[in-house]
């Protein structure tokens, strides 16, 4: 009579390998590396840097609206040698400080404005370079955890078979199954070994990249509660969610930002063909000497005054340039456009497919209970000899397989969420610590 593993035995060697991969007291949270890739990442220090530089631009165009002011100062010696007029030298050295203070310039609130919204822009850029990075280190992440269960479900399932081969070894020394139940179970073996090599190479692959990603070597997450209740979308409602990418996506801000900075763009174009006024004075003094100097001494002098300057006729550069803008304005409404219906669109199909997961994830969860009881139901099949070595082999394989996608498909699920939250431009360093919640401790 064939000898049957026992539902119990055979799922023995899953939870011996699952306690085995258990993490180290080491292990780090979501929480703990994506604060390591904030300081590490170079695209989001170089879009930081991006954002600080453009508060000091900023701060240069507000410059224009204040009196500038200036020193200058020369210095002179010359020797004249004249036949009649005899030789002698003239040396003069003298400073002047010269300053000016706008008045009226149609340009300068239009500059300055335009200072001031790239700052904004920049903001924008940051903030969704920062989004970027919480998925980027999600994925990486949960990636590893992934290719963690994987590794441990092929384990999980050559133990399994090992026993099923060792059991159809015996069977058939002792003349109560075939040569058949041998060679099965040996091939399922040998697969089950290729498919734990390949396993193991993907999970050091998937490590490695969330080692360079955090800056960090080495690097175990810890994974995900059992319990874990995933994270269904609110509102539950796809245009709403499209309602709030509108109002907030970084995207659609930096081209309503852009088509701004296009109009003050436009009025600084018709500001080149009005005058400007700026009052302007100047003290000085010259110290001359020398034996042919006319008047040795020190002449003082003072300026004050205004000057108007109007450009009358540029050849028709002022013109064109205000065409240019006007086009670019045009250029701007359409990005605009264009940035709404494509943040709209991804807003959508990140929804639907959080929706999508979350019905995985039931869907899984039935099926590995009913892979379960198929198992058992085989199992029992093959003790009584109406099941044969191949259809325990195929049930066991099913319930590894499902219980595989099933952890994939919950990760999945929490990875959309962050993803819908990006597509909306909802994504907050505060979801880091929303996710890290689901964790182990």
């Known amino acids: 009579m064939r000898t049957p593993q026992h539902p ?46 453009a508060e000091y631009r900023a701060a240069q165009a507000d410059a224009l609206l204040r009196p500038s002011a200036a020193l200058s100062s020369n210095a002179s010696l010359s020797q004249a040698d004249a036949p009649r007029v005899g030789s002698g030298d003239n040396n003069s050295l003298g400073a002047t400080l010269s300053g000016k203070y706008p008045l009226f310039n149609k340009a300068t609130a239009p500059t300055i404005e335009q200072a001031r919204k790239a700052v904004q822009l920049a903001q924008a850029d940051l903030e969704s370079v920062e989004q970027d990075l919480i998925v980027r280190v999600s994925q990486g992440y949960f990636d590893v955890l992934a290719a963690q269960d994987a590794l ?60 360079q990603l955090v800056g960090r070597s080495g690097v175990t997450p810890k994974g995900l509660v059992k319990s874990a209740t995933l994270p269904v979308p609110a509102p539950t409602d796809a245009e709403a969610w499209t309602s709030l990418a509108d109002g907030s996506h970084p995207s659609v801000r930096k081209a309503r930002l852009g088509l701004e900075v296009a109009r003050l763009e436009t009025q600084k174009a018709r500001a080149a063909e009005s005058y400007t006024v700026d009052a302007v004075g100047s003290v000085g003094a010259t110290r001359f000497s020398g034996s042919s100097a006319s008047l040795p001494g020190i002449t003082k002098s003072a300026t004050v005054g205004v000057q108007l300057n109007w450009p009358l006729y540029t050849g028709g550069a002022t013109q064109n340039r205000i065409k240019e803008t006007l086009a670019l304005e045009d250029k701007s409404r359409n990005d605009v456009e264009g940035a709404r219906r494509a943040v709209a669109q991804a807003t959508r199909q990140a929804y639907f497919g959080v929706q999508s997961g979350l019905a995985q994830v039931k869907a899984l969860e039935a099926a590995e209970s009913s892979s379960q009881l198929a198992l058992e139901a085989t199992q029992l099949g093959y003790k009584v000899g109406v099941r ?47 996710v890290n919640a689901l964790l182990d401790k």
Do not use: C, H
Not at 30 to 42: F, V
Not at 179 to 205: G, M
Not at 388 to 410: E, G, I, M, S, Y
Not at 416 to 425: I, K, Q, V, Y
């Open 152 to 211: 441990a479900t092929t384990r999980a399932s050559k133990a399994a078979i090992t026993e099923q081969l060792a059991s159809a070894k015996r069977n058939f020394e002792v003349g109560t199954a075939t040569i058949t139940d041998t060679r099965e179970a040996q091939a399922r073996f040998d697969l089950a070994t290729a498919q734990e090599i390949a396993a193991d190479n993907d999970l050091r692959t998937k490590r490695i990249a969330l080692d």
């Open 8 to 53: 119990r035995l055979l799922l023995a060697p899953l939870a011996m390998l699952l306690a085995g991969a258990g993490l180290p007291a080491w292990a780090q949270s979501l929480q703990e590396l994506y604060d390591a890739a904030r300081t590490y990442d170079a695209a989001f220090l170089s879009a930081r840097a991006q954002a600080q530089s």
């Open 388 to 434: 044969v070595n191949l259809d325990v082999l195929n049930a066991q394989t099913q319930l590894f397989q499902t219980r595989r996608d099933l952890a994939k498909a919950r990760y999945d699920v929490i990875l959309g969420g962050l993803r819908l939250r990006l597509a909306s431009g909802q994504l907050k360093p505060t979801d880091v610590a929303a």
